[in-house]
């Protein structure tokens, strides 16, 4: 469910992105994405998601690359950074605080865009003047 969003905000940034290509529109092979450990995204799912949202449209074949982004959490006390983990619950080691302030790991981000522009547009045919 939490996909279905995202991928729709995907598809708002791609659009975006799109329009400021002009008329020739860009073909799209790979999608980069940076996608924070903390931000509840199964990288999996939302592949699967962004496949069935692209059927039939401009972004047809275009494939997701997901890089994954470690949580890292600063201790509010004594200014450490950290790997929090759930079984911890996210408190910092070196202070036993816990978690406030996160450095890393909320990110969902395109990061950069593998695309083709096509070389050559089909020339329009003459509309025959009517005598
Ligand atoms: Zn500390």
Redesign the pocket.
Known sequence: MHEVDMTKCLLLSMQDWRQRHGPVSPSVEVVHLQVGDFTCVEPAQLVSTWDVAIRGSWLEGARLSIESIPLVGR?V????TYRPSADSAYR?P??D?PMEEVVTGRELRIRSVDYTLASSVPAEKPTPVPS
């Open positions: 201790c006390r004594c200014s450490a910092s070196c202070c605080h």
